[in-house]
């Protein structure tokens, strides 16, 4: 995750600080957004901080070098007609999908070798936003999206219900998921199937359960479709490090046009009290590389296996020899 897309103007730039980096993100004339490096080559003015777009270029606000978006190298020099060859900034892989604007990640410099999928539905008059949350959370970032293959956690940290005092009644939820990982040109995914219902007194209630698909892409994307009676909504969550141990996770609700504003707001108010009944156990975890696991527990060994394709080699065997968890 960089930046929602609603929230960068053709034209704007915005600073980003991820993974322990600065960037420069803008939107050029011909609406796509680009990222380079925020910090000049020349003597180190950062970009974002009153540079300027045109011709999809940025223009440094310190001597007015100006840099084409798509390569990174220098185009014009206002005050001097020989331009170094090497006068050049670092351009970023990035994609604006569902709504938000990503970024490609890879300590190796290597190019993307997935794309984020299409809900094209997503940027049409037919679905609006009704908001998103924002939290930053003290943990690892394969912590994070564990959760979608850990079954057991829902029936205990996620029953009371969102409105706490109908709890008191003897009102709970119920939750049942399962969590299956895709292969060969779609190995960066993985599906869960959430099934959530309302009880009383641990009987089922009748026509409250709801079925949820879910998406998991990449290490840190996840799109859910939730299906109704009335039409389908989506939240998309993406969770992004800012630096070691801290990252940022954002909740994105998408309801069909017809549906009241109010019921998304409901749905994203719901999203938050059960999102930050999880932040409180990742802040204060720790990561524990071999769990003693047990019937029930769900597939927690599968989606680490399955996790794994997102760090290099190098990486596994730095951790086995630090005998600790990734940067991250």
């Not at 932040?279 to 990561?287: G, L, Q, R």
């Amino acid at each position: 995750f960089v930046q929602l897309s609603a929230e960068l103007k053709t034209g704007e730039v915005k600073e980003i600080s991820v993974l322990g980096n600065e960037y420069a993100l803008f939107r050029g004339d011909d609406g796509r957004p680009r990222m380079v490096s925020a910090f000049c080559p020349h003597l180190g003015a950062n970009l974002a901080v009153g540079g300027t777009v045109s011709d999809n270029c940025i223009t440094c606000p310190f001597h007015g070098w100006k840099f084409d978006g798509d390569n990174g190298k220098c185009v014009d020099i206002p005050y001097s007609k020989n331009i170094p060859s090497t006068a050049s900034t670092n351009t970023v892989p990035i994609s604006e999908k569902n709504g938000v604007i990503y970024m490609w990640h890879h300590i190796n410099g290597e190019p993307p070798s997935w794309e984020v999928p299409a809900y094209e539905c997503l940027t049409t008059w037919k679905y609006h936003c009704d908001g998103y949350s924002q939290h930053e959370v003290c943990a690892h970032i394969q912590e994070i999206p564990e959760n979608g293959a850990d079954n057991a956690h829902l029936n205990v940290l996620h029953t009371r219900p969102v409105v706490e005092f109908l709890g008191y009644f003897g009102f709970t939820h119920g939750w049942s998921a399962n969590w299956t990982p895709l292969s060969g040109k779609d190995q960066h995914l993985a599906e869960i199937h959430l099934m959530q219902c309302f009880r009383f007194l641990g009987a089922t209630i009748p026509l409250t359960t709801l079925n949820v698909k879910i998406m998991q892409i990449g290490p840190g994307i996840v799109v859910l479709e939730f299906i109704t009676a009335i039409g389908r909504a989506y939240i998309v969550q993406s969770v992004t490090p800012l630096e070691p141990m801290i990252q940022l996770t954002i909740h994105s609700v998408y309801m069909p046009w017809y549906i009241p504003r109010i019921i998304g707001k409901g749905l994203l108010n719901s999203l938050i009290v059960q999102v930050e009944r999880d932040v409180p156990i990742w802040n204060n975890k720790t990561f524990v590389g071999k769990p003693q696991l047990c019937k029930g527990d769900g597939k927690i060994g599968s989606f680490r296996r399955w996790y794994s394709q997102f760090y290099t080699e190098e990486q596994r065997q730095q951790a086995k020899i630090n005998k600790s968890v990734l940067d991250w």
